[in-house]
């Protein structure tokens, strides 16, 4: 009920911490308005809520109020899931839509005051939730799909019209970009004039050093001459004074003053050469400070050289920057181009499927109605035929009676017993209403007049077994590679020679290998061996043992038969063969191959009186009792050659009249099928039943280590044909303009890698697979409706129901009886949850790859 129930997209959109954000943000509100004897009943329909979850919630002594009632039912509500929410919010959608516009925001879409009065019953809510998914399902699905893509074309316009700013940033900033690159040019150009000016500067400064250097030698030279001249100084004073004192003596004397007028003006001389000299110290001190000035103009333009520098690195990588950034920007442009036109193919080839699947839905309809007329006119037609058939029946028993009268009279009359005998070379014996009886399974050749039913008939010890004249494989000494010889009525006759195949004249033609052929007739004589075959055999149906040494057999067992002729015929010698090898484990007899369809067809007969199993398959973990196999007379396998060769002979049936009605038939029931051993070295692919089961498995197996899915790769219809032609296609569907084909050179690429292809087909590719020499692994999942609880979350997401997974369950279950191998089942009660599943499914798959494989 709840798939059926419209939903908002805005809130089937978020996430289950967002559903349970939003109500825990109004649970007090939720708790007090609330009363949820109104909301169970939706949330029962929902499938979120069973029996015993609402006697707890409106009657448990627990709770004392209403409240209470309300927060409890949000507890079990919310260990639902994201169901769990949806639901919820629908029920107020129905019962409190101003609670529900408060928690979510939105208005409910249903009209409440057409149904005022009726909103306390559960049947409102059912009425409500049918009508909505009968008038709304199919076009809120093609609305979804419609809003999806807008939205998504949306977002793609959206990124387009980003990507365009981005680019016209990106230009911009290539603008900015030359600019800059001009501004570093121009400044380099500037420092290199700089450059050339420091050099020149630095030039200067080295004269102006050297000029120093000389100055300050210079200097030091003057300043010991001003010592030595002050020092001559003082001399000449003190002799100047000294000359004074006499001469003032000599004045007063001789009063003579010429002497003094001559070193007065010498002495005035070297007065102004000294100071020659202190204005030379002047120009020292002034060099040395244009010195310091240049010194420091050099610093200043050192710091701006670096500066500069540094900002044309950061210029550089900023240019690398914004390339790259360019670069990106167009790549992703392109791919969401590409990806906007994938998407407007998908939607085309969408809108395609869903055309074909609504003309396909109406011809499936039509043909339903047309098969259950049909059906009904069969069953009709078997009642009155088997009323008919129960009345010859009581006809052949009188005139068998009669017979039987008129046997026991003639005994007294030795003349008229020959002719009679020969007149009657077939026993008259009552017919079971069998309604898959395919064959006489009895053999009438031997003229035998005892009566037996169908169920206890036994083949003649002089009737050649199913080995006679068919080509059966192996030996007892070298398995498929040796012929081996056997005499039957006394004469050997080939077991291996097709060519042999339905002869009875006992002849023996040459055979290349005549000494193995020699060794096998000394054996036979000496009573060493028994029988010459050895071949391998899948059994369709379980045998219990009546008889000590008797083999117990099930159903699919794979036996090793090694004596066709055991105990004169009447039942076969074989092995049990394990799952690992070869080698035969437990022996004993088995009904031969007369017999053991005798058997197939009673197991049959008794089913079919069972209502319980007629029209239903055996439960989850009861053995398999029988494998349906029917096999086309005409293309019959070597067992049935050999056994139909001898015993539907027509040159030895004298009174066409006596033969059973059905000898005439072209299709037989199968007890045993030949099977071949393979051991695969490669991981096998593998495949999974049901496919719908299969496709979450993948999901899961493909993020573990050595799975794989296998892709359907799109081929135009050139490569399709060449693919044909190859053999190379294991399953195709069609599309527009070509085909979607699952290849054997993908599945081979897979196991090329040491990995497990998981293959989403269907299982008539299996034989397909067979004939490319790949051996897949078949899981089977039980599927019952407590199973299928499981899966619901992740149906949903694919669009499936519960009831359509049972279906599809039952009709692929019924198919696996036509596969040529066996597969490994899982049953329901070994695993409680995904998790566990995809455990037991890995564990599965390696015990599978161990194993041998057995094809038909």
């Given at each position: 009920m709840?798939e059926?129930?419209?939903?908002?997209?805005?809130?089937?959109a978020l996430?289950?911490?967002?559903?349970?954000?939003?109500m825990?943000?109004?649970?007090?509100?939720?708790?007090?308005?609330?009363?949820?004897?109104r909301?169970?009943?939706?949330?029962?329909?929902a499938k979120?809520?069973?029996?015993?979850?609402?006697?707890?919630?409106?009657?448990?002594?627990?709770?004392?109020?209403?409240?209470?009632?309300?927060g409890?039912l949000?507890d079990?509500?919310?260990?639902?899931?994201?169901?769990?929410?949806?639901?919820?919010l629908?029920?107020?959608?129905?019962?409190n839509?101003?609670?529900?516009?408060?928690?979510t925001?939105l208005?409910?879409?249903?009209?409440f005051t057409?149904?005022?009065?009726?909103?306390?019953?559960?049947?409102?809510?059912?009425?409500?939730?049918g009508?909505?998914g009968?008038?709304?399902?199919?076009?809120?699905?093609?609305k979804?799909?419609?809003e999806?893509?807008?939205?998504?074309?949306?977002?793609?316009?959206?990124?387009?019209?980003?990507?365009e700013?981005?680019?016209?940033?990106?230009?911009?900033?290539?603008?900015?970009?030359?600019r800059?690159?001009?501004?570093?040019?121009?400044?380099?150009?500037?420092?290199l004039k700089?450059?050339d000016e420091?050099?020149?500067?630095?030039?200067?400064?080295?004269?102006?050093?050297?000029?120093?250097?000389l100055?300050?030698?210079?200097?030091?030279?003057?300043q010991e001459?001003?010592?030595?001249?002050?020092?001559e100084?003082?001399?000449?004073k003190?002799?100047?004074?000294?000359?004074?004192?006499?001469?003032e003596?000599?004045?007063?004397?001789?009063?003579d003053?010429?002497?003094?007028d001559?070193e007065?003006s010498?002495?005035?001389?070297?007065?102004?050469r000294?100071?020659?000299?202190?204005?030379?110290?002047?120009?020292?001190d002034?060099?040395?400070?244009?010195l310091?000035?240049?010194?420091e103009?050099?610093?200043?333009?050192?710091?701006?050289i670096?500066?500069?520098?540094e900002?044309?690195m950061?210029?550089?990588?900023?240019?690398k920057q914004?390339?790259?950034e360019?670069?990106?920007?167009?790549?992703?442009?392109?791919?969401?181009?590409?990806?906007c036109?994938?998407?407007?193919?998908?939607?085309?080839?969408?809108?395609?499927?869903?055309?074909?699947?609504?003309k396909?839905?109406?011809?499936?309809?039509?043909?339903?109605?047309g098969?259950?007329?049909?059906?009904s006119?069969?069953l009709a037609?078997?009642?009155?035929?088997?009323?008919?058939?129960?009345?010859?029946?009581d006809?052949?028993c009188?005139?068998?009676?009669?017979?039987?009268?008129?046997q026991?009279?003639?005994?007294?009359?030795?003349?008229?017993?020959?002719?009679?005998?020969?007149?009657?070379?077939?026993?008259?014996?009552?017919?079971?209403?069998v309604?898959?009886?395919?064959?006489?399974?009895?053999d009438?050749?031997?003229?035998?007049s005892s009566?037996?039913?169908?169920?206890?008939?036994?083949?003649?010890?002089?009737?050649?077994?199913?080995?006679?004249?068919a080509?059966?494989?192996?030996?007892r000494?070298a398995?498929?590679?040796?012929?081996?010889?056997?005499e039957?009525?006394?004469?050997?006759h080939?077991?291996?020679?097709p060519?042999?195949r339905?002869?009875?004249?006992g002849?023996?033609?040459?055979h290349?290998?005549?000494d193995?052929?020699?060794?096998?007739v000394?054996?036979?004589?000496?009573?060493?061996?028994?029988?010459?075959d050895?071949f391998?055999?899948?059994?369709?149906?379980?045998?219990?043992?009546?008889?000590?040494?008797e083999?117990?057999?099930?159903?699919?067992?794979?036996?090793?038969?090694?004596?066709t002729?055991?105990?004169g015929?009447?039942?076969?010698?074989?092995?049990?063969?394990?799952?690992?090898?070869?080698?035969?484990?437990e022996?004993?007899?088995?009904?031969?191959?007369?017999q053991?369809?005798?058997?197939?067809i009673a197991?049959?007969?008794?089913?079919?009186?069972?209502?319980?199993?007629?029209?239903?398959?055996?439960?989850?973990?009861?053995q398999?009792l029988?494998?349906?196999?029917?096999?086309?007379r005409?293309?019959?396998?070597p067992?049935?050659?050999?056994?139909?060769?001898?015993?539907?002979?027509?040159s030895?049936?004298?009174d066409?009249?006596?033969?059973?009605?059905w000898?005439?038939?072209?299709?037989?029931?199968?007890p045993y099928t030949?099977?071949h051993?393979?051991?695969?070295?490669r991981?096998r692919?593998v495949l999974f039943?049901?496919?719908v089961?299969g496709?979450?498995?993948?999901?899961?197996l493909?993020?573990?280590?050595?799975?794989?899915k296998?892709?359907?790769?799109?081929l135009?219809?050139?490569?399709?044909?060449?693919?044909?032609?190859?053999?190379?296609?294991?399953?195709?569907?069609?599309?527009?303009?070509?085909?979607?084909?699952?290849?054997?050179?993908?599945?081979?690429?897979?196991?090329?890698?040491?990995?497990h292809a998981?293959?989403?087909?269907?299982?008539?590719?299996?034989?397909?697979l067979?004939?490319?020499?790949?051996?897949p692994?078949i899981?089977?999942i039980?599927?019952?409706e407590?199973?299928?609880?499981?899966?619901?979350?992740a149906?949903?997401?694919l669009?499936?129901?519960?009831?359509?997974l049972?279906?599809?369950?039952?009709?692929?279950e019924?198919?696996l009886?036509?596969?040529?191998?066996?597969y490994?089942?899982?049953a329901?009660?070994s695993w409680?949850?995904?998790?566990?599943l995809?455990?037991?499914?890995r564990?599965?798959?390696?015990?599978?790859q161990?194993?041998?494989?057995?094809?038909?």
């Open positions: 709840a059926l129930c419209r939903r908002d997209s805005s809130l089937t996430d289950e911490e967002m559903l349970w954000e939003l825990e943000d109004h649970r007090c509100r939720i708790v007090r308005s609330i009363c949820p004897s909301l169970t009943p939706y949330l029962r329909q979120v809520l069973d029996q015993l979850d609402e006697e707890e919630v409106l009657h448990s002594p627990r709770f004392t109020n209403t409240a209470m009632r309300v409890h949000l079990l509500l919310k260990t639902r899931g994201k169901n769990g929410a949806i639901a919820f629908e029920s107020l959608k129905f019962h839509p101003d609670v529900y516009t408060l928690v925001g208005q409910p879409s249903v009209d057409n149904f005022s009065g009726l909103m306390e019953t559960s049947k409102l809510t059912e009425c409500l939730a009508a909505i009968s008038l709304q399902e199919e076009l809120s699905q093609e979804g799909q419609k999806a893509l807008l939205r998504q074309c949306q977002q793609l316009q959206e990124h387009l019209g980003q990507a700013a981005r680019a016209e940033g990106l230009r911009q900033l290539e603008a900015d970009h030359g800059m690159k001009r501004e570093v040019s121009a400044h380099f150009h500037e420092v700089l450059k420091m050099l020149s500067l630095s030039l200067h400064y080295s004269n102006a050093l050297q000029e120093k250097d100055a300050a030698t210079r200097c030091r030279g003057l001459e001003l010592y030595l001249m002050k020092q100084l003082q001399r000449e003190m002799s100047s004074s000294c000359e004074r004192e006499f001469q003596r000599s004045l007063k004397m001789t009063n003053l010429e002497p003094g001559e007065l010498r002495l005035k001389e070297e007065n102004e000294l100071r020659s000299l202190t204005f030379s110290l002047a120009e020292k002034i060099l040395e400070q244009n310091d000035e240049a010194l103009s050099r610093q200043e333009l050192v710091n701006r670096h500066s500069l520098r900002q044309a950061a210029a550089e990588r900023q240019r914004y390339w790259e360019k670069e990106q920007t167009l790549l992703q442009f392109q791919k969401t181009k590409v990806d036109e994938i998407y407007k193919e998908k939607m085309n080839v969408l809108q395609s499927q869903v055309v074909e699947l609504q396909e839905r109406d011809q499936a309809y039509l043909a339903r109605d098969s259950q007329l049909e059906m006119q069969n037609e078997k009642d009155a035929l088997r009323r008919k058939v129960f009345e010859l029946t006809q052949v009188e005139l068998r009676q009669q017979v039987q009268r008129l026991a009279q003639a005994e007294s009359l030795p003349g008229p017993k020959q002719e009679t005998g020969a007149r009657e070379p077939y026993p008259k014996r009552k017919q079971q209403l309604r898959m009886f395919a064959l006489c399974p009895w009438d050749s031997d003229g035998s009566e037996q039913c169908p169920g206890e008939a036994e083949a003649s010890p002089q009737d050649p077994g199913p080995g006679h004249g080509g059966l494989p192996g030996g000494a398995g498929a590679d040796k012929r081996h010889w056997r039957p009525h006394g004469h050997l080939s077991s291996g020679h060519g042999l339905g002869r009875r004249d002849v023996v033609p040459r290349p290998d005549y193995g052929y020699k060794k096998l000394e054996d036979l004589k000496a009573k060493v061996a028994t029988s010459g050895s391998y055999i899948r059994v369709n149906l379980a045998l219990e043992r009546r008889a000590e040494g083999l117990q057999v099930h159903c699919n067992d794979i036996l090793h038969v090694t004596d002729l055991f105990q015929g009447s039942c076969w010698h074989a092995h049990r063969v394990g799952p690992y090898s070869t080698k035969g484990t022996q004993g007899t088995i009904p031969n191959y007369a053991a369809q005798q058997l197939l197991l049959i007969q008794d089913m079919a009186h069972r209502s319980t199993m007629a029209r239903k398959q055996p439960s989850a973990g009861a398999k029988v494998r349906i196999v029917s096999m086309d005409t293309k019959a396998s067992l049935w050659s050999s056994f139909d060769g001898g015993q539907l002979d027509p030895q049936v004298e066409p009249s006596t033969v059973c009605f000898a005439e038939s072209y299709f037989t029931l199968v030949l099977v051993s393979h051991r695969p070295s991981p692919p039943v049901p496919r089961v496709k979450i498995l993948m999901e899961k493909c993020l573990l280590q050595g799975y794989k296998c892709p359907a790769a799109y135009s219809q050139k490569e399709y044909d060449a693919s044909s032609q190859r053999g190379d296609i294991i399953q195709e569907r069609e599309a527009s303009g070509g085909r979607y084909c699952v290849t054997c050179r993908a599945v081979e690429s897979l196991m090329g890698k040491n990995t998981l293959l989403d087909v269907q299982l008539d590719s299996v034989r397909v067979h004939k490319m020499e790949i051996f692994i899981i089977h039980s599927i019952n407590k199973v299928a609880k499981k899966f619901k979350k149906l949903q997401q669009g499936t129901t519960e009831d359509q049972l279906e599809a369950a039952r009709q692929e019924g198919e009886d036509k596969v040529p191998c066996l490994s089942s899982l329901p009660d409680s949850d995904l998790h566990a995809l455990g037991c499914v564990l599965a798959i390696a015990d599978e161990k194993k041998v494989v057995w094809t038909e």
